[in-house]
């Protein structure tokens, strides 16, 4: 195992030319980063979930009913044992073969059996009041985590001169601002990556998942080779679109449409800008450039660049579909449905067609889409997207 962790983190792969984890050792003049300080992240996250917790049942809830916010979930279905059985044993997508047999079997119509398990299924998506609470957690987050970024970078010498992230390396002290910041943001992702299986559920789940591995990634390879002054500049720029965001979904979760399409449109300003333009204008150019001139090549140089352009191209998709969704709202005057990465998965469409047998007319429709109720956009709460 020595062997293995000795070839793992090869001196001549994770640092500059000439030098080495010797030059990372803390010493009584000055702290650098340490790689066991990472393992204060998990009991961290751990506390930031449940923190989580407790603001989501005795903050988010009573302000969201205290808004009106819809307690209630979807409809739901009337019970039928054969049907749910085979609803959680066999199938949540009955194919025509074997809505045919159910049919024959229960002496119900087709249509009725569809409407069934079209509402069995929405019956198991969150209620509108658990989805407010979640982007109230997630604004709160992201609102003070952002105000700490701000005040913390604005005494920095390399927020407005990004050379200086570069300036005097490998002996950059670690100041403790600087870690409780790293180790804030680092705990946050991993609470995200295991909190995201219980979540509301997402269109885009796997792409969510491999944006918070990146950057779970990027944070602890770039905390231990103290290349962390650049990081901070990458949380900040990240954090500032989900605000906004958290806000806009909060207020279509209070029907307060006309607030939340402007917000909507406020956020793809912002994302396009943040993540289109000053991202790679300004964090790309200076650690695929300055960084290069001013530490030269080394392997781990082009680790770190790799990773911060597959979030570029993560960037790129989805500021294609808010583009796709802020067009629909001007063009429409407001906007259809949320396309951007938060988005859970989509109701399914109900069936106008009228059942044909009246004993079983009494199996309702769902009658609610995905929006509750809303033009139905950012009806997700993740950001995050994407540190």
Known sequence: MAGILAWFWNERFWLPHNVTWADLQSTEEAAFPQAEDLYLAFPLAFCIFMIRLLFERFIAKPCALGLKVQASGPQKAQPNAILEKVFTAITKHPDEKRLEGLSKQLDWDVRSIQRWFRQRRNQEKPSTLRKFCESMWRFTFYLYIFTY????????????NTRQCWSGYPYQPLMPDLHYYYMVELSFYWSLMFSQFIDVKRKDFGIMF??????????????????TRVGTLIFCLHDVADIVLEAAKMANYCKCQKLSDLLFLTFA??????????????????????????????????????????????????SYLIIKTAYKAISKGKVAKDAR?????????????????????????NGTSGANGTNGYLTGATSSEEH
Not at 213 to 221: E, M, W
Not at 308 to 317: A, D, G, T
């Open 269 to 318: 300003v912002v994302f396009i800008v943040s993540r289109l333009g000053i991202y790679p204008l300004w964090i790309l150019n200076t650690t695929l450039f300055e960084l290069y001139e001013a530490l030269g090549n080394f392997p781990a140089f082009w680790v770190f660049n790799v990773l911060l352009m597959v979030l570029q191209i993560l960037h790129c998709l989805w």
């Open 149 to 160: 970024g701000v005040r913390f970078l604005k005494k920095t010498p390399w927020l407005w």
């Open 341 to 365: 990465s938060d988005v859970e998965s989509s109701s399914d469409e109900e069936e106008t067609v009228p059942r044909s047998k009246a004993p079983h007319s009494t199996v309702t429709t």
């Open 210 to 227: 491999t944006h918070h591995v990146i950057g779970v990634t990027l944070i602890s390879f770039s905390y231990i080779t103290n290349l």
